[in-house]
């Protein structure tokens, strides 16, 4: 009998990337990574109407951008982009605490 691996983790640096993009420290990385599935799980709960595809999270210095591949952006966009404002802001608060 064989074993049972991901797919995706062959399909890795052919066809498909890696959902979160970032390097740290020792000390670092229980935190960045916590915070990388609190925030997919937030974001697949508040936005499951908006037919979520993907979440991809890129970690810089000073800053994070997720970039979330949807069927239907306008759920998440919202009428003048005011959805995306609620969204950074909720962001900040429950996931990204300092």
């Known amino acids: 009998m064989g ?6 983790i062959f399909r890795i640096g052919h ?8 390097f740290s420290d ?3 990385m229980p935190k960045f990574l916590s915070q ?17 595809d993907k979440i991809n999270i890129e970690r810089h210095p000073n ?13 998440i966009i919202g009428r003048g982009g005011e959805g995306v404002e609620i969204l950074v802001k909720e962001l ?5 605490k300092k």
Request: glycine share 4%; charged share 30%; net charge positive.
């Open 36 to 52: 990388d599935i609190k925030a997919r799980e937030y974001l697949a709960k508040k936005l499951s109407k908006a037919g979520i």
């Open 15 to 22: 066809t498909t990337d890696w959902l979160s993009k970032w």
């Open 92 to 96: 900040k608060l429950n996931v990204f």
């Open 3 to 8: 074993r049972k691996v991901s797919p995706t």
């Open 26 to 28: 020792k000390q670092n």
């Open 63 to 75: 800053k994070i951008t997720i970039n979330i591949l949807s069927a239907k952006p306008g759920v």
